[in-house]
DNA sequence: CTGTGACTGCTAGTCCGTG
DNA sequence: CCACGGACTAGCAGTCACA
């Protein structure tokens, strides 16, 4: 898929994983989604939709909107 | 499908749009995506994926996370 | 503990049209 | 200008075995 914006948040949903110190397997049972595919998220190879994303957020107990701060370009 | 996320996320989207003077057709195709598909998002029908969310917020030249800022409900 | 490939059902997203 | 529909294709959600 080679996406930088979807490499960009899945790095950030890992780096924000590892702070709580969870492995994808406890990430992926709070949120209720199977660890491979949390797996494949972080490495920025699924183009989530918006619920899972709310999932995922909800269960690393942290704002979306903290997760995309800046993940875009916008033009100046 | 009922969400109240995506309709949270749909109307803060239709906000945004206006404060633009835009009309659902130039978000569409400024965003490169069909004016049917806005429409439906912004009524909180769909389940829209990342990489879409930020071509919308790439278009409307605004961050995803202004968006999203308080759109999960967190415990305290 | 995580990366990866493969697979199926379902839905994301397009394109046409209507009132 | 927008809501809403049908029909269609590309691609996501979700799972598993195995390294």
Same mark, same amino acid.
């Given at each position: 898929?080679?996406? &930088?914006?979807? %490499?960009?948040?899945?790095?950030?949903?890992?780096? %924000?994983? %590892? *702070?709580?110190?969870? *492995?994808?397997? &406890?990430?992926? +049972?709070?949120?209720?989604? &199977?660890? +491979?595919?949390?797996? +494949?998220?972080?490495?920025?190879?699924?183009?989530?939709?918006? *619920?899972?994303?709310?999932?995922?957020?909800?269960?690393? &107990?942290?704002?979306?909107?903290?997760? *995309?701060?800046?993940?875009?370009?916008?033009?100046?």
């Amino acid at each position: 898929m080679e996406n &930088d914006l979807l %490499k960009k948040l899945g790095t950030r949903i890992r780096e %924000k994983r %590892k *702070t709580l110190g969870w *492995t994808q397997e &406890d990430l992926a +049972s709070t949120a209720q989604i &199977d660890r +491979s595919y949390i797996g +494949s998220v972080e490495r920025g190879e699924r183009n989530l939709t918006f *619920t899972v994303l709310c999932q995922i957020c909800t269960a690393l &107990d942290c704002e979306v909107a903290e997760l *995309t701060v800046g993940i875009l370009e916008l033009p100046q």
